[in-house]
């Protein structure tokens, strides 16, 4: 193992002296991040190469007017709100879904599932499921959306939010002061998606794309194969994590999403509208459709709070940057996404990477 | 949130699973993988079999999330 670690840092070491500048490479995976904290990595690294955690944490990258919207469908007492754990801590209009006096019960649910027997279960409310998530997440919704369909389950709908994770790398890279030079991309996303759906951010931006696991031998090996294509000058595309993650990934998955959903262009917390980066449902699944049933259309909102997680997102600030981490901001008292969200940067950098980082 | 653990199809009726990953089970659904079969190692995600894993691999992970779980609970960590 100390052989491959030090091949890996050999890599390193040598593009940085190669390139005679930083060398910036994002990851796109909360559980990256969070990996990437907590084995220490970020700290053992040559010192003109940074780790940037970008967009990879589904709840740090729904929008404020989707959160609003949230809590506005919880004021109403003849719904049930089901959600991931992940979403009720997100600070919105008045407070979270922890903390506002809602009218609507609010349940959390580990799988769709669960939304989906709540209906059974709860005739007399209309069960609206909060469905966040990337391209991991996203078929989980669109089975139970399909059976309700075929159950005729009338009481139960969805709020749309998912995300795809290709459009914002490449929103990102579109950006002029953009400062990327790969990309380490997810691996549970690309379970689904497979690793040749980044094969467009080769070709299209001329940056490496390495698809690594999350144990730590993973993450060091991907980064040290992004560097030994950035030396070599030839961006490639290239999976490490074989173990899961094959080029065409899960047809299956990738079926049901396209029988359900259609990508449309979504608001994203920090990069704004993106083309084609949300899942909608489609026209024949319209009446579990909860934007179409409550005829609620989500609107940019300005964020006053003085949070630059947008920024943190996007790669261009860390988050000791942002005036409020630390003080105003913590995961006890988050104001921004970032920092509810355990996978989030600013919550990694605030658990592991306070000390380490000084 | 992405974050899919190794698990073991311990039941199966059509696509109605139970899984067991270090000892926890739960019910869980094998919809967006038909080929899983009873006994099979698969990757879980949000109640949802998405891939399958071998053993070596789901060890692992098992391992780390072991390894986080712990560190999560040691009182005086040094790095945070």
Known sequence: MLERINKAQGLMDAACKKMGRQINIMEVCGTHTVAIFRSGIKSNLPKQMKLLSGPGCPVCVTDQGYIDIVLQLADRDDLLIATYGDMIRVPGKGGSLETKQTKANIKVVLSSEDALQLAKDNPDKTIVFIAVGFETTAPATAVVVKEAAEENIKNFCILSGHKLVVPAMRALLSEKNNNIDGFLCPGHVSVIIGFGAFAEIVEDFDRPCVVAGFEPLQIIEGLGEICRQLSAGKPELKSIYTAVVTEKGNTAAQKIIDECFEPVDGLWRGLGKIKKSTLQLKDKYSQFDAFKRFDITETPVEDTSGCRCGEVLSGLIEPPQCALFEKSCTPQAPVGPCMVSSEGACAAWFKYGRKRQK | ?80
């Open chain 2, 1 to 80: 949130m992405c974050l899919a653990i190794p698990a073991r199809i311990v039941e199966l009726d059509r696509d109605n699973a139970v899984v067991d990953a270090m000892g926890n089970r739960w019910r869980a659904k094998t919809t967006l993988l038909p080929e899983a079969k009873l006994g099979d190692l698969v990757l879980m995600h949000a109640g949802f079999a998405i891939s399958l894993v071998d053993e070596e691999e789901a060890r692992e992970t098992w391992q780390l999330l072991a390894e986080i779980a712990d560190f999560d609970q040691t009182p005086n960590k040094i790095s945070g």
